[in-house]
């Protein structure tokens, strides 16, 4: 399998998401807000369309868009104007209709818009590797660097605001980190399917840790895991490498619910 | 004495509904151990959360004459669903104290570890917080906002849903704290048990502040702080 460039590709671009993805959805799932990651994706349907129109590249336009849409979720949600959900319905609704009408306009309703909706690992080239490469650690990074701000942050967030933290940059870091996984990840699992891959090995590790390091660390590893283990099983049974990665993931979750009850 | 905080006329509403406090003038010392006792809904958690600056007044002013201030607010456990130590927790509370990228200094970590021997649950620094009882998450909870060194700790209802040997020992901590640290310490509830033999000054707000002064000139009416019909 390995002897193939392209599988080699698409192993090195899931190692990358598959670690990042559960990194930024361990905060998301903590702040009671593991939807934001599809509403965001629903956005970078638009991003994508924007491509299309504008015939720029469709990971770039898929960045930009989406971290402004997240900054939006973000911002709606801060003011507490509108219930969190709602925020979320709207800018998830206003993504997909507006991709919909954009990918129209640019007369693309006939390009094979599947794969970004549920991945096309298998179609990476060396380019898509070395931007998801280079992002993908330029996120684990600024992660590693901010955990403990941005832990204390998902603890206890009024608590957080009083003693003087930067809350609100730091909820919107969360946030731009979120667009920045899922605009990455577009190829790998879809956009459609993304938010998954950044919410089932936190919920996974989350009933078999031990601490919130290690729920981080197993998530990370589950989400490798199940990545890995998904494009394997998709290559040798040829199934779709994005949903068959999700269901691994869900499988996971499955396990890890079975385990916690087990163990008591 | 010096100040801690004072507040002039404030006023609050949320929104366009009609204002939770009227009028409240307020000063607090440096080193004071206050209770804030009122029915529930008459305005002790908004009167609070206006002190640590989470809510902004309608009218009058807040102002803070310290620049460390703890918070406990009102809740039980951790709002989180990961699994979370008693350690990772207090550290949460250090945040603020250090800076901002980076792991956490050998100094910081001496700070955390004081703040959770201060409390008594050295032995259970790497227990799971879901492990601990009640008063031990309290207890946690409090170790937390001591880990900033604090100046002002405000904790409200800090022995909700702790039994009464949970609530004495809470109480005693507090004492130690004040005395010890010297720290400024507000302390709401809706009932007082044990507290209210350390207050020495005990402030009823219901809509405003309808007593201010030392727990034994507390009208009799009022001796149970949760009367609604006083």
Redesign the interface.
């Known amino acids: 399998m390995l002897d193939l460039e392209f599988m080699r590709l698409a192993f090195g671009a899931g190692i990358v998401v598959g670690l990042l993805a559960p990194a930024v959805g361990f905060f998301l799932v903590q702040r009671r807000l593991s939807l934001v990651g599809d509403g965001i994706g629903h956005v970078a349907f638009a991003g994508v369309a924007l491509g299309y129109l504008l015939d720029l590249p469709l990971v770039l336009t898929a960045l930009v868009v989406s971290v402004a849409g997240g900054l939006s979720i973000e911002w709606i949600r801060a003011r507490r104007r509108t219930a969190g959900d709602q925020a979320l319905a709207l800018i998830f609704y206003t993504g997909i209709a507006g991709g919909v009408v954009l990918v129209s306009a640019a007369g693309a309703l006939n390009v094979n818009l599947f794969q970004f909706l549920f991945g096309s690992i298998l179609t990476v080239t060396r380019g898509d590797l070395a931007v998801i490469a280079a992002l993908g650690a330029c996120s684990l990074v600024v992660i590693a660097l901010l955990y403990r701000p941005l832990v204390a942050v998902v603890v206890d967030e009024e608590g957080a605001r009083v003693a003087g933290l930067p809350v609100s940059a730091l909820n919107s870091l969360t946030v731009a980190l979120a667009a920045v996984t899922i605009a990455l990840s577009m190829r790998i699992v879809g956009i459609l399917l993304i938010a998954a891959l950044m919410v089932l090995p936190v919920i996974a590790a989350s009933r078999i840790a031990w601490s919130m390091r290690s729920t981080i660390l197993l998530g990370m590893g589950i989400g490798l895991g199940s990545v890995l283990a998904g494009i394997s099983i998709a290559y040798y049974a040829d199934l779709p490498p994005g949903g068959t990665t999700v269901l691994v993931a869900a499988a996971a979750v499955l396990v890890a619910e079975f385990w916690s009850v087990v163990r008591g | 004495m010096s100040l801690a905080l004072r507040l002039e006329q404030v006023t609050f509403a949320y929104g366009h509904a009609p204002p939770v406090l009227r009028d409240v003038d307020l000063q607090v010392e440096r080193g004071e151990f206050v209770a804030i006792a009122g029915p529930n809904g008459g305005g002790k958690t908004t009167l609070v959360r206006l002190v640590?600056?989470?809510e902004q007044p309608t009218s009058g002013r807040v102002e803070l004459m310290v620049r460390k201030?703890?918070?406990?607010?009102q809740r039980t456990q951790?709002?989180?669903?990961?699994?979370?130590?008693v350690r990772?927790?207090v550290?949460?509370?250090r945040?603020?104290r250090?800076r901002?990228?980076?792991?956490?200094s050998g100094a910081d970590r001496m700070s955390v570890q004081e703040a959770i021997d201060r409390v008594g649950l050295s032995t259970s620094a790497?227990r799971?917080l879901t492990t601990l009882s009640g008063g031990q998450q309290q207890r946690a909870f409090i170790a937390?906002?001591l880990a900033?060194d604090p100046e002002l700790l405000v904790l409200d209802e800090p022995t909700t849903g702790v039994d009464v040997e949970a609530q004495d020992a809470i109480a005693a901590l507090l004492q130690r704290l004040r005395s010890e640290l010297e720290m400024t310490i507000l302390y709401v509830s809706h009932e007082f048990g044990a507290v209210e033999r350390f207050v020495e000054r005990i402030v009823l707000v219901r809509g405003g502040i309808v007593f201010d002064g030392p727990p034994a000139a507390l009208p009799g009416v009022w001796h149970d702080p949760s009367h609604a019909h006083a």
């Open positions: 640590v600056g989470l201030v703890g918070y406990l607010p951790a709002g989180i669903d990961a699994p979370l130590t990772e927790l550290t949460t509370g945040a603020s250090t901002l990228i980076g792991p956490l790497d799971r937390k906002a900033a």
